[in-house]
């Protein structure tokens, strides 16, 4: 049973990471290999009770998950709704390419720790759109904000889904982790800022011929500044509801969409019936990428099964005898991370190591928090942030490989250097 649940998992790690090659979603890749690896075990053992309570377990553990990121982004489409974002973009403004470098790179940065890097990612990009008239310098930016936003998610909770499934999981609190976290990834965004700005130095912004907006529905200032104030102080106040009630995060997230679509109501509720449909958090809803939000309960379930079945456990030992140091596993998994979503690595670390061996806020957690965000920079694939940027830019793989895998890969062992010699120098 082992060995066919190995190579299972190992053909649906396979099938995600050539998703773009085989044509086929990685959600559908997903849920076919969870069904097959539980399939597999409920038949190779006759205690169904057992199964059942393992299935229950991992499936509340795979929905908190789910029902954060579903609050999350669901809010952040209500604010892209209104224009709020435009709060933000609207203010962005530099003659110099290597000024303008420094204003993206520390906006992308902290923005990614409020929101999130695909959202950031998305947002930034297509600032450049309106911003730059060259295509080459947008490329440029874009590599930029995927290194900064992969960079800004990994030290917030809310930033970065695998920071996020540590936090729910247990693995780390929202203020160590941010105190253990943020120095090693502000280096790991400084260095290709400053490599950027140095390039692009003495070079002038050139912005596009003409800038055409269509907008169909119209939001008034007010109704824009209320949206986005609203829904960024909501989502940066799930961690202190977290923990001052000590309930999961998702609980607070929904309590948030909730008084965030009472307000929306009670503002648009004198327009035209058009109108308060596209405005409304049902609309928000259906604009929300539910295959990603898929494609995670399905790795995650996927991933459980090696848990109940102890392979994940062995491949810990596996790891402790023939590397032996914690702190090169772990920079090892974020190079993996680079070529196979992260999502599942992180999900098979907190499989592989107990809370009893490793408690709340420890090392292992705390730079695997670092590791798993920024890891994914070194290659446009290793991430969302970077694959969005590729559609968005139409970037290849092979200029991203030659342009920024060397420079996002000095910048992650610069940013890890940097986590180690803080935490050997506070310990």
Aim: contains cysteine; glycine residues 8%.
């Amino acid at each position: 049973m082992t060995l066919t649940l190995i190579i299972i998992f190992t053909l649906t790690y396979a099938a995600i990471a050539l998703e773009d090659l085989l044509k086929i979603s990685k959600s559908a890749t997903a849920l076919i290999g969870a069904g097959l690896l539980w399939s597999i075990y409920a038949l190779s053992i006759a205690n169904t009770h057992l199964i059942d309570e393992q299935l229950a377990h991992s499936l509340k553990d795979a929905a908190q998950i789910a029902f954060f990121l579903m609050g999350a982004m669901t809010i952040v489409e209500v604010i892209d709704i209104h224009d709020g974002f435009n709060v933000i973009t609207t203010r962005i403004s530099a003659k110099s390419l290597s000024v303008l470098v420094w204003i993206i790179a520390f906006v992308t940065f902290f923005l990614s720790a409020i929101l999130d890097n695909l959202t950031t990612t998305i947002v930034m990009v297509s600032l450049m759109k309106k911003l730059l008239a060259e295509r080459q310098d947008r490329l440029m930016f874009a590599g930029l904000i995927i290194i900064a936003s992969n960079a800004g998610g990994a030290w917030s909770p809310i930033g970065d889904v695998t920071t996020t499934m540590l936090w729910i999981g247990g693995q780390v609190t929202s203020t160590e982790v941010i105190k253990g976290v943020f120095l090693a990834s502000f280096v790991n965004m400084i260095i290709p800022a400053a490599y950027l700005s140095y390039v692009m130095r003495g070079k002038l912004v050139k912005l596009p011929a003409e800038a055409t907006q269509t907008e169909n529905y119209q939001t008034r200032v007010f109704e824009r500044n209320v949206i986005f104030g609203l829904g960024l102080a909501i989502l940066i106040m799930v961690p202190v509801f977290k923990a001052v009630t000590h309930l999961p995060p998702y609980l607070g997230i929904l309590l948030g969409l909730g008084i965030l679509w009472a307000v929306g109501d009670l503002i648009h509720r004198n327009k035209e019936e058009p109108t308060r449909k596209h405005m409304a958090i049902a609309h928000a809803l259906s604009r929300i990428d539910m295959g990603v939000i898929v494609f995670f309960i399905g790795i995650l379930l996927a991933v459980a099964t090696l848990e109940h079945t102890d392979i994940l456990s062995g491949a810990a030992l596996m790891f402790d005898k023939t590397i032996g140091r914690l702190d090169v596993i772990v920079m090892v998994l974020g190079l993996v991370s680079a070529v196979i979503d992260n999502v599942p690595i992180v999900a098979a670390s907190m499989g592989m190591y107990s809370l009893e061996t490793h408690p709340t806020d420890s090392f292992l957690w705390e730079f695997m928090a670092y590791c798993a965000g920024t890891g994914g920079s070194i290659l446009i694939i290793g991430s969302a942030a970077g694959v969005a940027a590729m559609g968005l830019e139409k970037i290849s793989f092979l200029w991203y490989l030659r342009k920024f895998a060397p420079l996002a890969l000095f910048a992650y062992f610069a940013g890890a250097l940097t986590y180690l010699g803080q935490y050997y120098l506070t310990h």
